[in-house]
Nanobody, 123 residues
Framework: HARTEESGGDSVQTGGSLRLSCAGS????????MGWFRQTLGQERVGVAV???????DYADSVKGRFTVSRDNAKNILYLQMNDLKPEDTALYYC?????????????????WGQGTQVTVSS
């Protein structure tokens, strides 16, 4: 069964950096458009970054220039490098395959949401 497992979340201060990881099992990340989503309490998940199979990326305006999505196909891992973190980046972060390949894309039905990884940025 396909699934994702996110890790790397932590508590940092404003201006700090983190790298999130997403390990895929039961499917090949490199063949999918993979995205990072985030969710705060009481809000819907929103897309922040995606990377297509050919390496094309797309970012939400709120993270452009600060976040970088990448992928290691050999390890079947998706990454999100987050720099210059701000308190408004505080959220539970998830990875997922999406269609169409955009930060506005929708989750594919055949992969369940993982547990996510918590990022907390304090001022």
């Amino acid at each position: 069964h396909a699934r994702t497992e996110e890790s790397g979340g932590d508590s940092v201060q404003t201006g700090g950096s983190l790298r999130l990881s997403c390990a895929g099992s039961g499917f090949l990340l490199g063949l999918e458009c993979m995205g990072w989503f985030r969710q705060t309490l009481g809000q819907e998940r929103v897309g922040v970054a995606v990377i297509d199979g050919d390496g094309t990326t797309d970012y939400a305006d709120s993270v452009k220039g600060r976040f970088t999505v990448s992928r290691d196909n050999a390890k079947n891992i998706l990454y999100l490098q987050m720099n210059d973190l701000k308190p408004e980046d505080t959220a539970l972060y998830y990875c997922m395959s999406v269609r169409p390949c955009s930060v506005w894309g929708q989750k594919v039905q055949w992969i369940p949401w993982g547990q996510g990884t918590q990022v907390t940025v304090s001022s």
